[in-house]
């Protein structure tokens, strides 16, 4: 989405609060990135007074860094972003909006973190899911769009079939549900012996 409004000549800044690396995908040279660690006290190291100190310390750094910055449209794509935005004062000059792609009951969250985000949500401009599963979670708290990962095909091609080979790329993990597609993979090869069916994991999918 960043590539495509930059393309359109849109000002686009992707902020990125931790110690990410080079990016896996391409990104394009007309977006603007600017890279600054913050934790919002989300760490092992310290106590519980310190870890509320570098929340508070996190915010200020977060405050300054919009006011620089100056945009109209934010999208937060972890539920720590959004408290500290509100608190921020990010909703005074810019429209807030969360990107939900994780699933909702896999990230456990403490009564510190609840609050903030009961608190934090009904001020958003809307929350992003996937499907709507997802979004009945959000509906009594926020606006909510649903963006499904599944784009129909409307250009008339298919599949020569030629190749005989199915491809799977995911996270091997339980969350996944690779163990579902272990089962379908062996009635489908049990049917179709000819077919092979490939796996690649991937971390970040």
């Known amino acids: 989405m960043a590539n495509l409004l930059a393309e359109k000549g849109e000002q686009v800044t992707l902020l990125i609060l931790d110690n ?34 570098s929340f508070l310390k996190d915010i200020q750094k977060l405050k300054r860094l919009i006011k620089i910055l100056q945009p109209n449209h934010i999208f937060a794509t972890d539920y720590q972003f959004i408290p500290a935005l509100v608190l921020a004062g990010a909703k005074k000059h810019s429209k807030i909006y969360s990107w939900e792609h994780h699933e909702y009951s896999w990230l456990k969250k403490n009564s510190f973190w609840n609050t903030l985000l009961k608190y934090s949500y009904p001020k958003l401009n809307s929350v992003i899911c996937q499907n709507n599963t997802e979004a009945d979670h959000y509906k009594k708290l926020a606006s909510v ?10 250009s008339g091609k298919k599949s020569s079939l030629n190749n005989k080979t199915i491809l799977s790329v995911g996270w091997l993990i339980p969350r996944k549900g690779i163990d579902l597609i272990m089962i379908a993979a062996k009635e489908v090869l049990r049917r179709y012996p000819e077919w092979q069916w490939k796996r690649k994991p991937c971390e970040t999918c």
């Open 145 to 154: 769009t649903v963006i499904p990962y599944l784009i129909e095909n409307n």
């Open 20 to 53: 990410t690396g080079n990016s896996f995908y391409p990104v394009s040279s007309e977006i603007n990135i600017i890279q600054q660690p913050l934790l919002f006290g989300i760490t092992e190291k310290g106590n519980m007074l310190t870890r509320k100190f």
